[in-house]
């Protein structure tokens, strides 16, 4: 599969094209400058490979949750791109792709994900690695536990029996550090609060996962909004 992924849920920006198993990206920490940044690096990563937007497979994006104007960009431009080229969309999970990345660290299980989502709260998800084991062989692959959601560093739910694999990740653990280090310290073998979440992840879980919809269909997921409205309702 040929497959143009971007990610932009974050202070970091990314893009990458997935050509049948290798994973080329352009990647920047560049709070406020996704605008400016993304299409160049899409642009970049087709002339170095030498194909139009029309010749891929699929196009792929954060979907989030993550900063609420980073997570429509990378939704818009995506859309944009799909429209254009006549191509589908594979929304995929930020938190996700955050997991996948520390889930090839050595030894680990589980991944817990926590971006800081302001106003004292984490988006949070509980991932597991697949692997031949589990029935499923091959990396690119992860299978959320639960749900993902967005919380009080107090109220988030493990959801997993850790045993000696767990692993946390993202700046939720920076901002709370002590909450989510008090809840499930003892559980957790590492801590990676300064990974950021990037298209070649985005790209591998597509890749292993090509759930596509229509370009009109590929919507951002917030989270917040969502509960929001539950409690509205309720």
């Known amino acids: ?21 290798e994973v080329r990206e352009r990647f920047e ?3 406020r400058r996704h605008t400016e940044l993304i299409l160049p690096m899409v642009g970049e990563l087709l002339a170095e490979s030498g194909l139009q937007i029309r010749q891929l497979d699929a196009l792929a994006f954060g979907r989030g949750p993550g900063a609420f104007t980073g997570v429509r960009i990378a939704a818009g431009v995506a859309q944009g791109l799909a429209l254009g ?38 988006y949070w998800g509980v991932y597991q690695r697949l692997s031949a084991g589990t029935g499923t062989a091959g990396s690119g692959r992860v299978r959320l536990l639960g749900a993902e ?16 694999g767990g692993v946390g990740v ?9 909450v989510l280090g008090r809840r499930f310290g003892k559980g957790v073998r590492a801590i990676f609060p300064d990974r950021l979440p990037r298209a070649a992840q985005i790209a591998r879980l597509a890749a292993h996962d ?20 539950v409690r509205a309702g309720s």
């Open 1 to 21: 599969m040929k497959i143009l992924a971007l990610e932009t849920a974050t202070e970091a920006c990314s893009a990458a094209l997935y050509l049948t198993g």
């Open 29 to 31: 920490v560049a709070p």
């Open 85 to 122: 080229a006549g191509l589908p969309l594979i929304p995929v999970s930020t938190l996700a792709a955050l997991a996948l990345e520390v889930l090839e660290e050595p030894g680990a299980t589980h991944a817990l994900v926590a971006l800081d989502a302001r106003m004292g709260e984490v």
């Open 149 to 164: 959601q967005v919380a009080a560093p107090d109220k988030v739910r493990l959801c997993a029996d850790l045993g000696d």
């Open 170 to 178: 993202g700046a939720g653990w920076k901002a709370h550090e002590e």
């Open 210 to 229: 090509a759930r596509t919809v229509a370009p009109e269909e590929a919507v951002p997921v917030y989270l917040r909004d969502r509960v929001a409205s």
